[in-house]
């Protein structure tokens, strides 16, 4: 009898996902967040337009407070400016080379030059209206030029390394 309701249960989940297999899984919103590291940087922000980044620990809480309001930003910029995230834990190099010393903190990058979002008030009236016109009145700097070293590479794969 268990084998029998067993085979039914899996029966009806087969069913339901055969039937929404032409579903797409997104969500309401076409939007995207990249989650930028070493092994991805050069080839997403040196080859392709702005970027606004948001650098971040998985740990604190101003940062976990904000996720809604990035994911939102990410939906009213979207194919204006490209949003994306970098772990400050993982990522180490990547936040050291942007100066990055605290959590949370957000750079604009157009045209090769990196501006530092010093702004308290972090929301998506302030980011926006930095990203449109504000970054202009603080200084900008180079865009980080980063090559890897072998151990920053063995780091990386460290981490991505998962044990079983």
Known sequence: ???LLFLAFFATILVCNVANAGES???DH???IIFIDEGNYNSYINNTGKWFIFFYRPTCPHCKKLKPDWENLSVMLHGKVN???INSISSSTLASAFNVSNVPSFVYIQDGLVYKFGNRQRDLET???FIEKDH???DDHP???ISFTISTLKKIERTLIVPM
């Open 1 to 3: 009898m268990k084998s």
């Open 25 to 27: 899984k997104s969500t």
């Open 30 to 32: 076409d939007h995207k």
């Open 83 to 85: 949003i994306g995230t």
């Open 127 to 129: 980011w926006i209206k």
């Open 136 to 138: 202009k009145s603080v």
């Open 143 to 145: 865009l980080p030029k």
